[in-house]
T-cell receptor
Framework: DAGITQSPRHKVTETGTPVTLRCHQT?????MYWYRQDPGHGLRLIHY???????DKGEVSDGYSVSRSKTEDFLLTLESATSSQTSVYFC??????????FGPGTRLTVL | QQQVKQSPQSLIVQKGGISIINCAYE??????FPWYQQFPGKGPALLIA?????SEKKEGRFTISFNKSAKQFSLHIMDSQPGDSATYFC???????????FGSGTKLNVKP
């Protein structure tokens, strides 16, 4: 596996609470991505980063924010979690914005 | 609106048979078409990828066929094995940041 870790791996939270998911890489890759995976939808891009402090929205960014203060860390925050955000979240990294390598995922349940 | 449409949703193949998964896209600006394999509880892993300047790419038992005029591409798994049982995703991307658009996935079950 590429050097990508995600934390936590599992989380159960209540509606309305803030949640932060962390993606950490040891590959020094420039590009980082957050996806969510839901049955029947494949993976959908939430946000991505093309450098430290450089981020942009993906196709399903509503309700999510991100931050990247260091090359190795990309944080995804749900400001006020809703049940529709129950999903499996994957982080991916890429060096030349071509091939993407995925992390192990975080399973988030919002009650 | 889904940018990449994938079929079938599920597929059962006998050991030794050929598995075929199809994808179609609309945006002619896409210039990179990867296939990912995902086992339960794991992240997707790149299997094989193709650019639109070639019509076919083969790596071992896995082949991508690409039809630019029809805006379709497919994954063929020859001599399918039980170990190939997984979910397969096609994707398409374009642009400087290589944002991927994924198909909805195909769950393949290879019967021994």
């Amino acid at each position: 596996d590429a050097g990508i870790t995600q934390s936590p791996r599992h989380k159960v939270t209540e509606t309305g609470t803030p949640v932060t998911l962390r993606c950490h890489q040891t590959e020094n890759h420039r590009y980082m991505y957050w996806y969510r995976q839901d049955p029947g939808h494949g993976l959908r891009l939430i946000h991505y980063s093309y450098g430290v402090k450089d981020t942009d929205k993906g196709e399903v960014s509503d309700g999510y924010s991100v931050s990247r203060s260091k090359t190795e860390d990309f944080l995804l925050t749900l400001e006020s979690a809703t049940s529709s955000q129950t999903s499996v979240y994957f982080c991916a990294i890429s060096s030349l914005a071509v091939e993407q390598f995925f992390g192990p995922g975080t399973r988030l349940t919002v009650l | 609106q889904q940018q990449v449409k994938q079929s079938p949703q599920s597929l059962i193949v006998q050991k030794g048979g050929i598995s075929i998964i199809n994808c179609a896209y609309e945006n002619t600006a896409f210039d990179y078409f990867p296939w990912y394999q995902q086992f339960p509880g794991k992240g997707p892993a790149l299997l094989i990828a193709i650019r639109p300047d070639v019509s076919e790419k083969k790596e071992g038992r896995f082949t991508i066929s690409f039809n630019k005029s029809a805006k379709q591409f497919s994954l063929h798994i020859m001599d399918s094995q039980p170990g190939d049982s997984a979910t397969y995703f096609c994707a398409a991307s374009m642009g400087n940041f290589n944002k991927f658009y994924f198909g909805s996935g195909t769950k393949l079950n290879v019967k021994p």
